[in-house]
Nanobody, 114 residues
């Protein structure tokens, strides 16, 4: 079992930055990969980025060059540094962890607005 708790969301102006955190508890050693997804109002959930246990990262084209995912294994935490935020980045951001099943956090709201 893995429990995930996100934090760091909020309201930011266009062009601003936010850093999301996802703290994992439970069987962190069994996690193969962790990632971030987002869901905007009225839209389907979409994949944003992920990072493997070995540190390989992957990004959606819409965030490549602006977002950075990283992982602190000592603290069982994954981060998403989001720069140059735009209104279209507004969504609920959820953390996900994959063992032999996929776990989800509760999500954190990110709103980009002037």
């Amino acid at each position: 079992q893995v429990q995930l708790v996100e934090s760091g969301g909020g309201l930011v102006q266009p062009g601003g930055s936010l850093r999301l955190s996802c703290a994992a508890s439970g069987s962190f050693f069994s996690i193969n990969a962790m990632g971030w997804y987002r869901q905007a109002p009225g839209k389907k959930r979409e994949w944003v980025a992920d990072i493997t246990r070995g540190g390989t990262t992957n990004y959606a084209d819409s965030v490549k060059g602006r977002f950075t995912i990283s992982r602190d294994n000592a603290k069982d935490t994954v981060f998403l540094q989001m720069n140059s935020l735009q209104p279209e980045d507004t969504a609920v951001y959820s953390c996900s962890a994959v063992t032999n099943v996929r776990y989800w956090g509760q999500g954190t709201q990110v709103t980009v607005s002037s």
